[in-house]
Structure formats: C-alpha cells, structure tokens
C-alpha cells in the first residue's frame, strides 16, 4: 500500500481517537489530549477509557468499538503490553491511520522487537499504516483542521519548515529554540522507530504540500536507502532540505543504536547520499536551527558575494571574519556605489566594504546604505550588523525603514546580525516580515548563508549525468567468473584483465614464469620496470617484500628476480606462485587513492583521495554512494583537502582532470555491473610530474559471496586443525 | 609614569568632571550623564558646561578650572577639535587622570594622526594619563563608588569578569549578549586608540584586583608587545585570559587599521605570542562570551573525560558528538556507577556514559544521577542536558535539587544544556547560583568546557624552560661580520659553518673549486653526495638547476660537474660563482621546514612545518614568539596536523623527537643572540626511514640593516641605469 494519497489523512483528519487519556494531571495522555485542545483542533475527538465517562468535557467511549464513526486517525499511548491488542481493535474497526506513541519496542532489545514485529503483522493483515511506536506524534499548523497530536509542551510558531525527527526529544528542543529564534513551521512528525512509516512515506507529499517551503530531517538510521535517494534528490530540486545526522562519532552512534534501534550506515556513506541529493547536511544543533531559519524566510543568492554593512568596526570586522571563514567573499564595491556612499556617510564613515556607517547612523542611514549597495552588481547578498546605537534608533525602526526601500527593487538576500540583548525590543518580528533573518551573532549568519549559497550553486549547476562507457563487460564477465571459484581475493593479473576490459588507464603489464621472458619484455618495452610476485596468499605485496620497482637495467632485473626466488625458496609451503607480473614502472611525485567498499545499509561506495607515504596520517578523502554522475566524479576531485595539488605546484605540472574523472566514472560503473565486488583499491593510481600521463599503479579486488564466505572459514578450520 | 598604583583612580575616582555634556536628549553627552546617574555614582560629579548653569538637577561648571576641588577623573566628549584646549585645561587644573571619548583622531587619518600627537604631548608635559581618545569610558560594577563612566547603552551585570576592550561597540554587543547570557562583569575598560594607555596598563592591577577572576581581551593590534607578554604570562598563570582576535582575513586586517588606525602584527605571530602566555585565543564572538560565562562560574576540570546525563536520546547523542568535536572524551563509567544508576533508573534507561534518564526523569532523578556519576573516579566533569520534559518538572526544580548534592562533595565542573526557550522560566539564575554555567545548545557547552580543559593542562603543565646551549657564538659573530659587508643573503658556505658553530645537526659538507676536490671528498666519505654551485646571484638554487642530488658514483659526479659548468657558462656575466659545495647526501621520505622572520610587531616569530613536495598545499605550519622554551618546542611539533608523522608509519621509523625540539631550540638561540638575521629558513629537514638520523639539508640566511638595503637598492637602480 502506498501512503502518498493518504498522508492527508494524517495531517488533517477530520476525526480524531485517543486512545489511552488519563485525567492525572502532568501525565502524557493528560497533556496530550490538552495539546489537541490548546491547538484549537476542529474536527471531531473522540477520547477512549475504559472506566471514565467524560474527560475535559468531552464524552469518553470505553473501547474503539463503541466509536459513533471510523475515525481518520487514531493515537495509541497505553501502556506497551496492550498497545497490539489496541491496534488489533483499530484494525476491526476500520481504522487505516495510527500513532503509536508508546515507548518499549525494539530500543530496548530482543523482546521489544518481537513486541514491534507484532504491530507490523497486525498491520499487514488489517492493511492499515502506523507512525512510531515511541514517538511523539504529529502536527499540521497549516491545516484549517489545526492538529497537533503531539505532547510537544510547546505550542509551535506557523511556518514553512516541515520536520521530520527521528528523535522526539529532539524535537521538542528544537521546536524551543525555533521559539527563540521565532522559527514557525509547517508540519512536523515524529518519526520514532520507523517500525511502518519512515521518512521516505513522507517526503512525497512534502514534494508536493504547498505550505512547505524547506524540509528539516533529523535522522539517526537510513531506511530503504534507493527509494530514500530518489526522493531526496527530486524534493531538493524543487525545496531546501536539511539534514541533521546523529551517530558521527563512535560512542554517539553506540547510544544511537540503544535510541532507537537504529542501523546507521556509515556516516562517510550517508553524508556522501546527502552531498549527491542536494541535502544541505549539518553537524550542530544550533546549525540546523538558524539554516532553517535563513532558508525558510530569505532569497537564495545568485552568488558568494557579500556586502557588510554596520554602525560599528569592531563587529562589522568580526563579520567580515565569520563570512570568509564560511567560505564567502567580502569583495570591494564599484566606484559608483563608493561615490554614493561618500555623499550619504559623513567623513569619519568607511565606505569600503564593509561600510562602517559609524554610530551616529540612525535608521535613515540604514535604509540608504542598504539602498546602495544592493543595487551594487557585484553584491549578491547583503549583511546588515546592528549594535544598539548610541542614538535614538532602535531595529524596529530600521526594519520599517527598509519596507520602504523593499521588495520591489532586489532579489538579493538580506540577513540582519543583531548584536543586542535578545528581547522583545529587537524588532526581530519585523525584520522577520520582511524576510530578513535575524541572528545574534556574526557566524550564525554567515554560517547560514554560506549554506544557502552551497544550495543555489548546487541547484544552478546542470545536474549530473550518469555515463556508460563501451567497455567488454563480457570479459570482464568471465574473468570474473573464473576467479570466483579459487580466492577472495582476486589474482592481481587477473584485476589488471579486467580494468583493462573496463577501460582503465594502466600501465604496460605482462605476466612471465621465467627471467628470460622478463628480460624480453624489458627489451621489448625500453623502459624501467616493476616485478611482483604473484601469489594468492600474499595480500599485502609490499610488506611480504615481493615488489622490485624502479628496475632500468638488465642487472638490476636479474638481481631483483634472484632476490625473488629466495624469498620463495623461505616460504616453500605456504605460497602457490602464480607467476611474476612484469608491469611498466611509472614515475611521479604525486599519488591518489581510490576504492570502494560495500557498506551494510547503502551498498557499494566509491572513495576517492590523497595517497603516497602520508595516506594515512592525512586521510584526506571524499566519498560517493555509487552509482555516480560525472558530477559527482568531478566534485570529489575538488573535495579533498590537497585539490590544488591537480592544478600543479612551482615543480609539477597539472593534472588532466578530466582522466581522473573518466577513471572514477568507470570504476562505479564496473561494481554497478558486478555487485560481487565486495570491495576494490586503486592504490596508487600515479600521475607523471609533467602531468601528461596518469595511471593506475596497482590494484586489488576482493569478492565475496555467503558461500564462498563459508567455505573458506571451513577451509581455513580444517588447516588449523 | 607608572599606571599601576593609579588605576584606582580611573575605577573608583571620589569626583568625576564631565567635559561636554549636553542638555540635548539622545546625545551622547546627555546620555553619559545619565548613565553616571542612574549606575547610582556615590562620588561628587561636575559636569562643565560654558553656558547651561545647570542640568538633570545637578549644578554645572563653566570650565574645568571653575570646578571646587580638582577632581579625580574627567571625561572629555567635545567635539575633536576642542578636545586638545580641555586637556590642557586638566593638566593646567593638576588633574591626572583623563578619558577621551571623543573621535576623529588617528583613526581618520595624517590629521587626526596629529592632533591625537598633540594629545600625547600635552599628557607628558602635564603628567597626565589619558584613555582613549575615541573609546567608550569604563566602568566598575564592583566598586563601592558605583562607576558607570561609559556611554553604553546596557546596564551592566555585577560579576567577576573584567574586559578591557579595543572597539567601543563591539564592547556595546558584548555587553548585551552578556545580558541575554547572565553573564557579569567586573570592571570594562574601553581603550579606543590606545593612544597613551594600552592593556599592558590595566594587566597589573587586574593580576591584583580581588573582583577579578576571568579578563576578557579584545584586541585589533599589539603595542608595546614585549611588556604586554610578560604580564599577559603573569596574568594567566594567576587567572584565566580570554581573547578574541580581530584582524585575521585580509579584507578584515584592512577594515581594522581603518578602524582604531591600529598597526596589527600578524595574526599568526600573535595567536603565538597567546600561546606562549596561556592565552585562551578565541575566533568568535559568541565562544567569547560563552567562553567567559563557564571561566566566571566553573571550576577547571581536572582532565578532558566528561559524562553527559540527559533526559532525551537525541540530544543526548548530539551532546556526545558535540563533547568529542571539542577534543574532550566521553568514557565508559566504573563499574559500581554502572550498577548504581541501574539501580536507580527505569529499565528502559540506558546506565552508559551518555546515561539516558528517559523522559520520565524528574529533578530527584537529575539529583540522583548527578550524585552518582560526580563520584565516579573516571569523569572529570559533567554536562546535564536538560529538554523540556513531558512529566511535570522544570529546570528551576532540577537546580533546587542539585544544591542538596553540592558544592561540598566535588571539585568537578558541571554544565548545563538547556534546550529549551530561554526566557524566565528557564531557572538559569538559579543554575549560575550553583556556580554552574548554562547554555543553549551543545557545541556552546561543549566548545567552553574544552577551553577550560586547555588552560587548565597549560597550568597543569610545568612552566617552559629557556635554554642555553653552549655555543660557538663568536664563531658565529665572526662569520656574519664578515659576511655583512657583502650581499643580503649570506653564502650557504656561511650559513652552514655558523649553524655549525651552533651545533645544529648537519650532513658532512665542504667547499671545492675542482672536479677532483669533488672526487676525493667522495671518495673520503664514502657516501652519496650532493653537488650545489654557490654564488650571490642565485637565491633559488634549485629553480636556477644548480643543485645535483644522490650522486652515487664517480661518473655520476663527473656528469653533474660538467653539466654545472655549463649553467655557468650560461650566465658569463651576472654570477659571481664562489664554488662548489659538496654536501652529503641524506635519503628519507620525511621533510620538515623550520624557519624564522621577523615580524614588524612582534620581532623573530619562529615556524615549524610539514616539508616536502606538498609544502604550499598543506600550509600545515605551527608558530612561536622567539626567544622559545622548551615547552614550546614540544607544542610545536605536536600542534602540527601531521604530527602524528613523528610517531611513524607502517613504513617508516619514528623520529627521535628531542632531536628536533633540540634544534628549535638552537634556532631560538641564534637569532636571539643575532637581531641581524631578518629571516632564516632550513628547507627541508629531513628524517631517514630508520628513524636514526635528523638533519639539516638546506639552509638560508638573510641579514637586513636599514643602510644595506639602501646600499643594495643603490646598486639595482645603478645595473639598471
């Protein structure tokens, strides 16, 4: 069943089952049946209990059986033993929408999840579709039915924020400091467990609701990922959705996991699906919060450039910071807009940007001064600081004042950093009516802007194509298919095989049983060469010291195979040799990683990054749910902290871009096409210093299948014993 | 004149004359009156007015020398060019304390450059001391004298933090967000344009004054910086000392000397000299205030492991992640406490560091939790999220409760997150009280507590030592005399025989002129070596191809020298070829920069980097103010991201770390005992795989009297003539 169509019926029923009120004060199904009451709900309530007559005025039934009518919604908050046998009674009756907001299944271990396997087979065979359990509920501020079916204490601010959280405390939080920050919204759910719907049930109509402007999500698992993709990408093409993702560090994903029961995939893998997506993704609260503010009240700006305009030099110094450390330009104005600001700004004023109005400026001062500069086309958005002058102005003057220069003349974004005691005086309302943000301080601005400017430039630029190169996939195939039979991993002549059928940049490689087949390949080639042993019990080539590199003579390459064969003639037992594979030595000083692994919720991701002797200690990579786009290709490229070192130093050369791009495009393809690739390294892949020639250097796949998995365990059993 | 036995006179002065006040409501002389009046100031106050015989029911004076006593401070705001005449009427009445407030003086240029030197003149020929001009006053909350000698519009807060600010209205914002905090203050200071008083004035009376525990600065430039890192060291090893920096982009460094006409020394050289004094440097304004909040109120931690207690999963996780951004540890608790808080809490609760209370917590569970975990040996502290409950409690009760359980029992700081509406309600006064600090979001927390962690290991830590090796410094002296007449950059010849002189670790090197000099120091040594042309002209021996490295072989040798000789043929005319250095050479794939310059502030800043290929990418560079301790030496290794390079890879060896302290330290040495030297760069220094072995491989020296650059810019304006 699909819950597109029937979203309606959670947001705005037009009637109403409580099941589990209590009269005691302070309780949760007291303040609950209060919330919907407070909020002035218009459709019709009908309070379950199964001794008390009458609550709050309104008549009580004894069991959702004796219900006048099937209601649209019904909210379960008994205690968790009964909340499957209430759920059984709303199926009987007809019932198709529920919360569950008890508490007591799966985040609490092995009896909990048979409790909540439960619910899903009621629901199953009733065909009826549940939020939660251990939620908060929902509400639509927007809806003429005005429901709030949560036990927020807070009574929520309308807006064009929707929110879905997984954490219901979390959003009580946020749902506060929204009311500091005075941050309305649209819709919000509280997800819970996600024993039934999820995120995903949701996102379809919020595409579509016309009261939403922006998504908030608050996630701490990810649910069918594919379908979770497609429908992120598509709403943030059309709205901004931000994303709060829990369970980063290692400990914080330990109490996520006993939280909600959650399977996180790993935070690389999901945050690299919001970057694919479009999500604007967050790490702190207060973030998340006063993003969702920028981008539920302002214009996306059409570029980095920022104008700061203040009445005083310490803070407007102090924003100027806070917008380059965002990743924004402070850019000098055009001449005009300096001469302008000369005539209107007395001689001790600044006229650069930032203009320093000086503390005399009064709101007049203001108006004019944003007047000037936003009709300055090198600026894209406008920073107004405000600290509480010495003169007679006050905020709410100044936003008066720029109702008159707005909105007719600019689509450029205004934000208002107001550096005053945050009270009722501050005017914020009034700014906020002319959609103009209000933050408290430099870097929450800049902050939220520099992530509405990463949004427009993400919706500007075309979007990704998914390319499919002409590569013998049949060869591959096959290759593929013969090795599966022997090891894990693959042989290393045989990956070569196959990044040679995908179309690889690779050095010359061949692979000889006898020195003097190595010499003749030597010969024939005229450059210095590589010897590896190839083994299927030797993983890691360069600690087993099988690896002779840099080898431009025929001396060296007989010294280098006779040092071979004693390393052999050390471990007669162990090591089946395969053969020596003769490979072209590349040169270079600059190196890079990349590889793909299969992670447990999101399937294979492809990881791209800085390599040489320092890998480790930089970790400097970047990561892509496969399968990519070429954009997605050429962003990673640009993510890594070391990107400079592609367009050359004072000694090397570029990089030809777009080959590293052809290559990660290629290797997504290849694992798209075998799923069996359980994970695969290019390292290094090698870049000349002349930057004419790149080329993988050396290569690893490992394949994997439950079967194989289990025989070589065996395998691995019966040696030891 | 010395200020310290002064300053109570500018924060507790028994009469105030105030010069240029004004009847006018809303201007800056009315308003400074009234916020003398409504602080509620004991002392006489003689506002001077040449016409009004009186104003706001207090008798004014018609000139300074009118007034009945001569008074213990005045205030002059007249307007910028009257400002001269009033202080010369203080000095003439035998006043000797003085505050400018008035503008329009270096700030706006040569003009105002001079008039604010008129000022200076008129202060050493009375004896006066003057703050400002252009600052905002200065006020006392502690004093029995009740001083509010400030045009701030915001009444301040009694407290224990004293903040000496450099901008006026960024002192105006902070003062306001400190309302929105709680945050109270002890005394405040406005410098303005530090034209006579600076910090370094008010450091020693702050180290002294019983009302101060925490000094904020806020600071665009340095003066005076030698003085002001001897008392900003005492200062901090008696109270902590917060800084907020401006001045660190480009754009911001300019709108900063247009601000206070303040001369910035760089940033990196001062977050060094803050480093060196235990400075708790700060980049933005609202870790400033947050920051100061948790100093003004908590203990210091005894260590960086914390445990968080909270009532909500979510926030919970955010906190933890929060806690480890920050750099401090979220560890597992004892056993005992583990079993304890099973004991005491639901069983849906989870007992691990984080301990969810789940939402049915009440403040006797806050209490209780509180208790049980502050007793664990393995927390140093602990922050309590507090999210709006569903169950009937509020933060108010939960600080109630906490009182029963402290301060007796524990040394250990707690702080609150109080994730909800920050209005009345929010029982922070109460928490404060409790000498526990409160915040709105978890990174706030989070960021100030790791602060704290940081001074406190800086006190813990035993004081940095300065060493003195014993070295050939007349040698040295000798060498530089000699090469002074010469050129700019000594000879690498020099360089290398005064590192020589002292004890730097070296590769064998030595001078020849002929091919089978070359040889038979080759021979001699046994080594690879490396062949390098000396001459003045070349600056960039390795952009000029005069540098031929690992030559491993008489013919190898042979074919450099020749190819050397000619490059020189090559440049018949414009170098001076003074020979061949034949160095050893030293394999390794680890690099290391080291360098010093002098900074136009500061003097010799000294630098310690990551070396090699990536150099210009990774920018990875750690600074100090010479002369160094021995602490610092060590902090600069480790400060370095890549520090963990030291400790060895899979691959390579650790580096003996005392090798490169010890060299640091010889560096400091040097250009100590050598103010001549104007920069010196040893690029690189490298580390060989085995770990055995450190030294210097390239060295530069530059040497800069004023009279040799004009001699040398002489000489270039005669070759191109």
């Known amino acids: 069943m699909c819950l597109e169509g029937n979203c309606r019926k959670f947001f705005d029923p037009h009637s109403l089952a409580l099941v589990g009120v209590s009269r005691k004060p302070g309780s949760l199904g007291h303040k609950f049946l209060q919330a919907v009451r407070q909020f002035g709900y218009r459709g019709r309530v009908y309070p379950v209990h199964p001794t008390v007559p009458e609550m709050e005025g309104l008549r009580c039934y004894p069991s959702l059986e004796a219900l006048p009518e099937v209601p649209d919604l019904a909210v379960i908050m008994v205690k968790k033993e009964q909340v499957a046998r209430m759920l059984e009674a709303c199926g009987k009756k007809g019932i198709h929408h529920v919360i569950i907001i008890t508490a007591g299944f799966r985040e609490t271990g092995d009896e909990g999840r048979e409790r909540e396997m439960e619910l899903l087979k009621i629901a199953y065979r009733y065909g009826l579709r549940f939020l939660g359990p251990n939620c908060m509920g929902l ?81 701490e698992g990810i649910e069918r990922p594919g379908t979770f993709r497609e429908w992120l990408y598509r709403l943030s093409c059309r709205k901004p959705v931000l994303a709060l993702l829990a369970g980063r560090s290692q400990s914080a994903a330990r109490a996520a996991v006993s939280h909600t029961g959650a399977l996180t995939g790993s935070t690389e893998a999901v945050e690299a699906l919001f970057r694919q997506c479009g999500v604007v993704s967050l790490e702190r609260v207060q973030d998340f919060v006063e993003t969702a503010l920028a981008f539920s009240l302002a214009r996306l700006p059409g570029g980095p450039r920022v104008a700061v305009i203040t009445n005083a030099g310490g803070p407007g110094i102090l924003t100027v910071e806070a917008l380059e450390r965002a990743g924004l330009q402070v850019v000098p104005f055009q001449e005009k807009t300096r001469r302008r600001l000369r005539q209107l700004l007395p001689e001790e004023a600044a006229v650069e940007n930032p203009v320093d109005m000086i503390a005399s400026a009064t709101e007049i001062t203001y108006r004019e001064t944003l007047h000037t500069v936003l009709i300055d086309e090198q600026i894209d958005a406008v920073v107004v600081v405000i600290v509480r002058p010495p003169v007679d102005t006050t905020p709410a003057r100044i936003a008066r004042e720029f109702q008159t220069v707005l909105p007719s003349e600019t689509d450029k974004p205004i934000f208002v950093v107001l550096m005053a005691h945050w009270d009722e005086t501050a005017g914020i309302e009034a700014f906020h009516r002319l959609n103009i943000p209000v933050f408290a301080y430099p870097d929450s601005a800049a902050r939220a802007l520099a992530a509405m400017w990463t949004y427009a430039r993400w919706k500007q630029q075309p979007p990704g194509k998914r390319l499919s190169y002409p590569v013998d996939q049949e060869q591959a195939a096959r290759l593929l298919a013969g090795a599966k039979t022997s090891a894990r991993f693959l042989s290393e002549y045989v990956a070569w095989q196959i990044l040679q059928a995908y179309g690889f940049p690779l050095p010359a490689f061949a692979m000889v049983q006898h020195l003097e087949d190595a010499l003749e390949t030597f010969r024939d080639w005229n450059k210095p060469i590589v010897l590896k042993l190839l083994s299927p019990q030797i993983v890691h080539k360069s600690d087993a010291g099988v690896v002779w590199g840099n080898l431009d003579s025929e001396d060296a390459i007989r010294a280098a195979w006779e040092r071979l064969q004693q390393v052999i003639a050390a471990h007669p037992e162990e090591w089946a040799v395969e053969g020596v594979l003769v490979q072209e030595w590349i040169p270079g000083q600059r190196e890079w990683i990349a590889g793909v692994h299969k992670d447990a919720r999101l399937g294979h991701v492809l990881m791209f990054g800085l390599g040489g002797v320092l890998v480790e200690v930089w970790k400097d990579v970047s990561f892509r749910v496969v399968p990519l786009s070429d954009r997605d290709a050429r962003e990673m490229l640009r993510e890594i902290r070391a990107s400079k070192l592609l367009d050359g130093t004072r000694h090397l050369a570029p990089v030809k871009e777009n080959d590293l791009v052809d290559m990660l495009l290629r290797l997504s393809q ?52």
């Open 139 to 219: 509400f639509n501020t927007g809806s003429q039915i005005r429901l709030n079916a949560s036990f927020s204490p807070t009574q929520p601010l309308p807006g064009t924020v929707a929110f879905l959280s997984q954490s219901g405390a979390l959003a009580v939080a946020i749902l506060e400091m929204a009311r500091t920050l005075r941050l309305g919204f649209s819709k919000f759910v509280s997800l819970g467990n996600k024993a039934d719907l999820t995120e995903v049930d949701f996102l379809p109509f919020l595409l579509e609701d016309p009261e939403t402007r922006v998504v908030m999500l608050y996630q």
């Open 670 to 721: 290849l694992v798209s096409d075998f799923p069996e690739i359980s994970s695969l390294d290019l390292n290094p892949i090698m870049a000349t210093d002349d930057g004419q020639r790149l080329a993988v250097v050396d290569v690893r796949i490992e394949i994997y299948s439950p079967e194989e998995s289990r025989s070589n365990q065996e395998k691995g059993r019966k040696k030891k014993a």
